[in-house]
């Protein structure tokens, strides 16, 4: 679709924000549903083995953009590149890009103790 250039960004989050006040208010909007969703798909950089080489910097979604943020919790199962493998880094990213770099980097942690 065509983004609707007609629209002031501005106004259109002050309506947003009056709506969902007046839905935690308690007041009666039976003409709106306001959900909260991800803007952004949510995922990680993973690599992937080939025959020779393998290939990095793949965003994997696991949270699809304009997921509604009460059914956010997702699972998925990955592979460790190694065997007997005991940890890794783990770095999450936002945006819609198959490049991982080419998205918004979240932030990182380190899963350790995984060896099976």
Not at 10 to 37: H, K, N, P
Not at 49 to 61: A, E, I, Q
Not at 86 to 107: C, F, M, Q, W
Request: hydrophobic share 35%; aromatic share 8%.
């Amino acid at each position: 679709k065509t983004p609707v250039q007609s629209l002031n960004p501005d106004e259109s989050v002050a309506i947003g924000a009056a709506i969902l006040g007046a839905q935690i208010g308690g007041e009666d909007m039976e003409s709106f549903i306001l959900l909260d969703v991800i803007p952004h798909s949510l995922g990680i950089m993973i690599c992937i083995p080939h025959y020779v080489f393998r290939t990095c910097d793949v965003f994997s979604t696991i949270v699809p953009k304009n997921t509604p943020v009460h059914e956010a919790t997702k699972s998925h199962t990955y592979q460790t590149f190694y065997d007997n493998q005991e940890s890794l880094e783990i770095t999450v990213y936002e945006g819609e890009d198959p490049k991982a770099s080419n998205n918004h980097r979240l932030g990182e942690f380190d899963l350790t103790n995984i060896r099976i």
